[in-house]
């Protein structure tokens, strides 16, 4: 009797339980399978909640800047290789590098039928500039004149004695931009730039349409843009879950889409999107989990990229080291660079996933050159390093027992590769050298700034726009905003001079290849690695590439 | 019974306003500016900051910040998030998912834990009886990390049976594996509390009595033996609905459930005070509902019980 209550309880158990798994595998049907290289499909890719509603001058982080990039086309946009090419403008004319006349193309529309005049791109950028409107890219705009009257501010000291910034613009628009017609701006930079027009492609550039400006707030939850990609429908942007693009069949520029559609899926941590790659739930991510850099090209072999992107790590030398001037500091320089196993180190530290220095830009950038005069000091040889070492100390010698210390903060996984470089020090050049932790990168900052920062400090770039300019002028110009080290040489500055006051990027490139001639001899930091961007993709698509920014480039992904 | 509702109900007052302070308070003190936090390497003018600072009464200190959020909090005015984000929707969006999630979950553990224990229980010492004993340890043993991953990794990618994470279309289909997940380890709880209460009642006299009255052997069961047992597994369940409201973090973590655990880390990780305590004080009314439910179900279960004026 109770035998056959219990099977019969573990019956309906049974029933239920199938129940259960019955309703998740109905929902979960796998889609048809789509026929080869089908044109309409609509592409999945890991992308993250974005932090500011979708206006381009207010996007200025990786996940709201990947949708503005495919929804808006600006005057410039970036080929695959980092090159500037005109979208929107017809012609950017300049004489001097310091005035500009830009033609803007006629008959453009934003997906809401509106025409992309000249006024769409002088409106919107006075909109970003204007300090009330607190944009995050606003600053994007400093170089135009009259930025400082929109942006200024004044302080004011309140009772409690504490002084608080508020915005207190003394004008609404910029006096540098001015709109002589339909399809005229005039620009006016307060000094002479002549790669400003390379930054036209940044999204803070972008132009916008009349509404956008009269309500802000719901135009960035509904974006209307003119780019190879719109909004799928009105609130495409599901909070939280995902932002469903589709082809703009209107557009006509140089990124036109090769897919129906762009599916941006949030996940706020990388692993699920990878297992969802595997069981071809996802097409493609960008972002790989940690513990997957040692196995993903296993995991995903054909599927997988791993490209160099306008990022770079060096380890900087302050010039203000008496160990590392005059001409032993040049050989100390030298034998330290070459006593480095880039190679070895970005194999075993980084699984591959930076790749070994050979210049002081990077190789997703228009004009790079892999060869240049000088750069062998990069290759690893140890004996020569000792050989050059054991002249430095010929002419001074290192002082007694010296630790050569190389600062790093310790919230961005810098440890590891550290220690392999001190290592590298103490075996082939028989130094004393180790890692200095600081808790944040602007403590060591703070200490470069003061000059009291005693040894090497780790040092990454991020490139703004794609030119070979933004690695050399901020970082190595004499007294440029990021020269903490203090590097001067007036022939270095001259070439790089030279160089933006070129006709043709051609010519300015060949100037900063001169320029870099001269770094190689003077190493005033130690260039080590390239950053690199890693991305895994489904059986579904191919064509997986990415940009000069390492942002993959969405429109040429196709079906497979 | 409704004095005793009511006075429940008022108790909640400082309960709410002790925790919302507290947990107010504990994002105000994180370290970081949340407001430069939100720019990356490349630092907005000072002019940008500023304008920011006040729209989200950050410039304000702590006793007017906290008082702003109530004020707000009373005419129904929960502000935006840093995101701009209205956070009345985000929390419209959120909670339904993991309310689906926590039922679906609860509902797992309940019916398989109580129905096993129930079996167990009956045929106490026999093959059955060890087997589901020996699994439940394995289970309570077994990280919930551990077991998401392979569940994950075998229905949802080898098997191909389930999609292996939900996403934008969470519903009770898409949400079963995560809820499995997640009421696999209470649900050997709730199998060994209601197995070792069957056990002792089976023993009871009330049974021996049913039993000797000539009542059906489903009857004795059913009526006396569980509804007898249940009344520490229902105080399990309820206090375990209140957990499962407040979200699962690691399990929506590997199935990238877009609720309310994911919702919270998010906006601790972006210091959104706003948003955090928003969160916070809905758990804090789920808590309380969910534990009057269960002081008001032990009255249903076991009427001895009753409650003092």
């Not at chain 1, 803070?204 to 719109?230: C, R, S, T, W």
Request: with cysteine; proline share 6%; charged share 15%.
């Amino acid at each position: 009797m109770r035998f056959s209550r219990t099977s019969k309880a573990l019956g309906v158990l049974a029933v239920a339980a199938l129940a259960l798994t019955g309703c998740g595998s109905a929902s979960s049907g796998n889609s048809a399978p789509t026929a080869a290289g089908d044109p309409n499909k609509i592409i999945t890719a890991y992308s993250n909640e974005p932090q500011h509603p979708l206006i381009p001058s207010n996007t200025n982080e990786v996940y709201g800047g990947r949708v503005v990039d495919l929804l808006f086309e600006g005057l410039t946009s970036y080929d695959a290789n980092g090159k500037s090419v005109n979208a929107l403008a017809e012609s950017i004319d300049t004489s001097d590098g310091q005035n500009y006349t830009i033609k803007v193309k006629k008959g453009a529309k934003f997906t809401n039928g509106e025409a992309v005049t000249a006024k769409s791109f002088v409106d919107a950028w006075n909109f970003a500039a204007l300090s009330t409107n607190a944009q995050a890219s606003s600053s994007f705009f400093e170089s135009i004149e009259g930025y400082d009257a929109v942006s200024a501010t004044k302080k004011e000291t309140g009772a409690d004695g504490k002084s608080t910034t508020t915005p207190a613009p003394t004008a609404q628009t910029m006096s540098g931009l001015v709109l002589k017609d339909d399809s005229t701006i005039s620009v006016k930079l307060a000094q002479p730039e002549a790669d400003w027009p390379q930054r036209l492609g940044y999204s803070a550039f972008m132009p916008l349409p009349a509404d956008a400006l009269k309500d802000p707030k719901a135009f960035g939850e509904n974006p209307i843009g003119n780019g190879p990609y719109k909004m799928a429908a009105k609130g495409a942007w599901q909070h939280d879950s995902q932002i469903a693009l589709v082809k703009n069949a209107d557009y006509q520029g140089p990124r036109m889409a090769k897919n129906g559609g762009v599916t941006f899926k949030f996940y706020t941590d990388p692993a699920p999107a990878y297992t969802d790659i595997q069981a071809n739930n996802l097409d493609v991510t960008d972002v790989l989990p940690t513990n997957a850099l040692k196995t993903y090209t296993a995991d995903f072999p054909d599927h997988n990229l791993n490209k160099a992107y306008a990022g770079n790590a060096t380890l900087n030398i302050p010039n203000y080291l008496p160990e590392f001037q005059g001409d032993a500091g040049k050989l100390r320089r030298q034998a330290i660079s070459m006593a480095i196993n880039r190679d070895e180190i970005t194999k075993v530290v980084f699984n591959g996933t930076r790749i070994p220095a050979k210049d002081f830009t990077s190789p997703s950038i228009d004009g790079y050159n892999a060869n240049v005069a000088g750069s062998d000091v990069l290759k690893f040889d140890a004996a020569q390093a000792k050989d050059l070492w054991a002249k430095a100390e010929a002419i001074s010698p290192w002082p007694a027992g010296k630790t050569l210390q190389l600062a790093y903060n310790t919230d961005g996984g810098n440890k590891e590769w550290i220690d392999a470089v001190a290592n590298n020090l103490k075996n082939n050049l028989g130094i004393k050298a180790e890692g200095q932790p600081f808790a944040k990168f602007a403590e060591i900052l703070n200490l470069r700034k003061a000059k009291t920062l005693p040894g090497f400090t780790r040092a990454g770039w991020q490139a703004d726009y794609p030119s070979l300019f933004n690695f050399l002028g901020p970082l190595l110009k004499t007294g440029a905003s990021a020269n903490y080290e203090g590097y001067s040489n007036p022939e270095f500055d001259k070439l790089l001079t030279e160089g933006l006051a070129s006709k043709s990027t051609g010519d300015a490139n060949k100037k900063f290849t001169q320029a870099q001639e001269i770094l190689f001899k003077d190493l005033p930091n130690l260039p080590l690695w390239y950053q690199a961007r890693q991305a895994v993709w489904s059986q579904n698509v191919t064509n997986v590439d990415s940009g000069w920014n390492g942002v993959l480039l969405y429109y040429n992904i196709t079906a497979k | 019974m409704i004095q005793y509702i009511l006075r429940r109900l008022l108790q909640v007052i400082p309960v709410f306003l002790g925790t919302t302070l507290l947990v107010y308070f504990m994002v105000f003190a994180l370290p970081g500016d949340p407001i430069r936090a939100l720019f990356g390497d490349r630092p907005p003018s000072e002019a940008v900051i500023a304008a920011l600072r006040r729209q989200y009464n950050l410039d304000q200190p702590f006793w007017v910040q906290y008082g702003l959020f109530l004020k707000n909090l009373f005419t129904f005015n929960l502000g935006v998030d840093f995101t701009g984000q209205p956070i009345a929707a985000t929390l419209g969006r959120i909670f339904p998912v993991t309310a689906m999630l926590a039922v679906e979950a609860l509902a797992i553990q309940a019916v398989f834990g109580v129905a096993f224990g129930l079996i167990a229980g009956l045929r106490k010492g026999k093959l059955f009886d060890s087997t589901v004993l020996v699994a439940s340890l394995v289970v309570i043993a077994v990280p919930t990390f551990v077991l998401g991953f392979v569940l994950q990794l075998v229905v949802g990618v080898q098997l191909g049976w389930a999609k292996p994470t939900v996403g934008a279309n969470a519903d009770w289909g898409t949400l079963i594996l995560p809820a499995t997940v997640l009421g696999l380890v209470s649900f050997a709880y709730v199998l060994r509390l209601t197995r070792a209460s069957v056990i002792e009642n089976m023993n009871a006299d009330y049974v021996r009595t049913a039993t000797a009255k000539g009542l059906s052997r489903p009857r004795v069961v059913l009526a006396h033996i569980l509804r007898n047992s249940m009344i520490p597994v229902v105080t399990y369940l309820g206090a375990n609905l209140g957990g499962l409201m407040g979200g699962a973090i690691v399990t929506e973590g590997i199935f990238n459930v877009p609720g309310v655990g994911q919702k919270l880390y998010q906006a601790v990780i972006r210091s959104e005070g706003p948003t955090v305590v928003a969160i916070v004080s809905v758990l804090v009314l789920v808590f309380v509902a969910a534990n009057l439910l269960v002081d008001l179900l032990y009255a249903w279960l076991d009427p001895r019980i009753r409650y003092e004026k």
